[in-house]
Every structure is written in structure tokens, then in C-alpha cells.
């Protein structure tokens, strides 16, 4: 360990007031490893528990350590942990489910009622300088992968199974409504798995260009509210109407033009989360028969994701776009929240 033994903190001590301070450091339990945490990116819902205090029905009634996108390296090990040794670099898989309800036995393990996820109050996150995880849901990182790639395998597990859910294979027709990080990663994950054309939205110009720069084959500006117009552009631009849409903005009108968008038979995902009640035309789905799936984090995506990674098939790095240390995770918050300077993914790095 180098530096001194404090373990630097960032924890949300009610909406609006986040703070560095120091907290225990941990000692791992049964089946855990304790990690000196190193790469921790910013994702929306950390900004929105910062700025909203809750999102949806969780809601922060008590400090909690923000932080959810991370990598390590192990610093001890816990009674009974065979599988990684002190000095390994890992991404950690922060939800960690009960392993013994009906959704974790069928393997849908994200919708275990039980899951203990980081920073989903009231559990504690990752942003810290040690941190104890269960160690099977650490994986080890090849050399060549970077710590900051452990960290964005969170969101492109996301990218991964959305992809899965719509059934994206060799020669799809995709469609990716909103092109914030977990757009983008939809996007490279769907052009890993052989999608043949895919076209993204958004009403950012800046977020198009990186959409265009990590392969998007068509990147539309939308500027107007008219859904049913924005569906015939995409058709316009694809050349067809595409089998498969992934919405990852939440944004109602976006919803719209994913269920006008997508082809009859096709699948709509519903990735992004904006408000609760959408007036969306159901009908038209239901005449064409187009399966809307939810979807909810991701389950078994943390092995694929990182062999896409490792392979070279997925570079993500583009989609970092700013470095902190942990000392400056104010700053990093706030940039990531007005997404000044164009901001994408903020990355706190937090080993001294
Ligand atoms: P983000 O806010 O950075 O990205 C959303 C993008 O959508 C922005 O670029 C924005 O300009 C764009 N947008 C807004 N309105 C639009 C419209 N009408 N048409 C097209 N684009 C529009 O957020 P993010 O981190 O990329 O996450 C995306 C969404 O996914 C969020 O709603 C988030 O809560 C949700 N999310 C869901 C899961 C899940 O498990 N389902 C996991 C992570 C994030
Ligand atoms: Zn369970």
C-alpha cells in the first residue's frame, strides 16, 4: 500500500451534499477480497442521486458511498477465496446476488429481490480507496486490458445484455435511440455481435460525432417532437425499417419513435428511464406485434464483456473523455453532470 492507511471516501450525506471524507477500511468476510480500488467512472445515476437524491423508488435516507463502475487490484483475501490472489487487477461486478431465490437459480440473477448493489441505497458503493467484494464477482483481467476498461465493462455489460434481449445477431438492422454512454455502449455491442446496419439518435450533436466515431453506420439529429416523422426518417436513412430498437434515454417522445421505428415482429428494449408513466401508442405495437422487453442491468454480460474487450473486437476508451483523482471527485461530479467541455464518461481514479 503506498501513501498512508486512510481510506478517503466519497460519500452523499443527503441530497446535494457529497463529501471526501475518511471511513473504516474494510476487512474482507467469508468469500470476499478486499481491493485497493483504481478506476470508478461516473455513471448518470450517481449524478442523480447527487442532484435528486433518489431515482424512482430508492431513495437516499441515509449517507451512502457513491460509485458502481469500477476496477481493482486485491489486497487480501477473506476465508475461503481460491480464485484470485493478492496483486490481481480486476473489474468488479458491483450487484451481487442472494445465489439461492427462483431468479438466481434460472441464472436472471439481476432480478433477485435480494441483489446488494453498489450505490443503490442503502448500499455503499465503490468510490473509496479500499473496498471488500465478493469474489466471485470479481474477474480477473488480462495484462493488456487496462484498469480503466475493468470500469467500463459496467456499462458495456449493459450495452450486452440489451443486445441479448433484442436477439442482435450477424446481419440486424438496429436502431439506438439516445447516444449517452449506455447508447454507446448498446452501439458497440451490437456492431461486435454483427449487426449489419445501425442507426443512432440525439438531440446532441457532439454525442452523434462520437456515435459516427465508434462505428455508427447513421447518426440523426432529432429535432423535432413529431415521433412518427422522426421513425420515417430513420427509415429513410437505414433503408428499411430496423428488426431490432434499443431506447436509452428515457425520454417519452424517443419511446414513440422506437415503437413507430421498429419493423413488424421486431423487438423494442427499454433501456433508458426517464418518467414513470409514458403515453406511448401501444396499439400500434400490439397490431404489429412488437415485443417491448424491459430491461434491468444485466445478468452472466461481465465474462463477454470483457472478452470483447480483451479480444480488441470493442474499444470503449474513446468514450473516456476525463480523468480525476479522487481527491477532486466534486469536480469530476460536476463535469459529469453539466457534461462540460463534452463530457461522456468522467473517470475518478482513486489509488494514490
Ligand atoms: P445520458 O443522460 O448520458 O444519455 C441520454 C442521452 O439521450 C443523451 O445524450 C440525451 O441527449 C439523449 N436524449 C434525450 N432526449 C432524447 C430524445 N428525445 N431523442 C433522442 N435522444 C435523446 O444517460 P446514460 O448514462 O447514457 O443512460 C441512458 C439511460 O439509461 C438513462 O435513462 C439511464 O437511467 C438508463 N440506464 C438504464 C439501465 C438499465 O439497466 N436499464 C442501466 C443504466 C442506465
Ligand atoms: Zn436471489
Not at 480488441?312 to 461530479?333: N, W
Request: glycine content about 12%; hydrophobic content about 40%; overall charge neutral.
Amino acid at each position: 500500500m503506498s501513501g498512508t492507511a486512510r481510506n478517503l471516501t466519497a460519500v452523499l450525506k443527503k441530497k446535494g451534499e457529497l463529501v471526501l471524507e475518511d471511513t473504516p477500511i474494510p476487512k474482507p468476510g467469508l468469500n470476499e477480497v478486499q481491493l485497493r480500488v483504481q478506476s470508478v467512472g461516473i455513471c448518470g445515476s450517481d449524478v442523480h442521486y447527487v442532484v435528486d437524491g433518489k431515482i424512482g423508488r430508492f431513495v437516499v435516507n441515509s449517507p451512502m458511498i457513491l460509485g458502481h463502475e469500477s476496477s481493482g487490484i486485491v489486497s487480501a483475501l477473506g476465508e475461503g477465496v481460491t480464485s484470485l490472489k493478492v496483486g490481481d487487477r480486476v473489474a468488479i461486478e458491483p450487484g451481487v446476488p442472494c445465489r439461492m431465490c427462483s431468479y438466481c437459480k434460472e441464472g436472471r440473477y439481476n432480478l433477485c429481490p435480494d441483489i446488494v448493489f453498489c450505490a443503490t441505497p442503502p448500499v455503499d458503493g465503490s468510490l473509496r480507496r479500499f473496498y471488500c467484494h465478493a469474489a466471485d464477482f470479481c474477474y480477473k483481467l488480462p495484462g493488456h486490458v487496462t484498469l480503466d476498461e475493468g470500469a467500463l465493462l459496467e456499462p458495456l455489460a449493459v450495452g450486452v445484455y440489451s443486445c441479448r434481449r433484442g436477439g442482435v445477431q450477424l446481419g440486424s438492422n438496429v436502431l439506438v435511440l439516445g447516444s449517452g454512454p449506455i447508447g454507446l455502449m448498446c452501439l458497440l455491442s451490437a456492431k461486435a455481435m454483427g449487426a449489419a446496419k445501425i442507426i443512432v439518435t440525439d438531440l446532441d450533436q457532439g454525442r452523434l460525432d462520437m456515435a459516427k466515431k465508434l462505428g455508427a453506420h447513421h447518426a440523426l439529429r432529432v429535432d423535432t417532437q413529431d415521433s412518427e416523422e422522426m421513425a420515417r426518417r430513420v427509415e429513410a436513412a437505414l433503408g428499411c425499417k430496423p428488426e431490432i430498437s434499443i431506447e436509452c434515454s428515457g425520454a417519452e417522445a424517443s419511446t414513440q419513435t422506437g415503437i413507430y421505428a421498429t419493423k413488424s415482429g421486431g423487438v423494442l428494449l427499454l433501456v433508458g428511464r426517464g418518467r414513470y408513466h409514458l403515453l406511448l401508442p401501444i396499439v400500434n405495437a400490439a397490431a404489429r406485434e412488437v415485443d417491448i422487453r424491459g430491461v434491468f442491468r444485466y445478468a452472466n454480460c461481465y465474462p463477454l464483456a470483457l472478452e470483447m474487450i480483451a479480444s480488441g473486437k470493442v474499444d470503449a476508451k474513446p468514450l473516456i473523455t476525463h480523468h480525476f483523482p479522487l481527491e477532486k471527485t466534486l469536480e469530476a461530479f460536476e463535469t459529469s453532470r453539466t457534461g462540460a467541455g463534452g463530457a461522456i464518461k468522467v473517470m475518478i481514479h482513486c489509488d494514490q
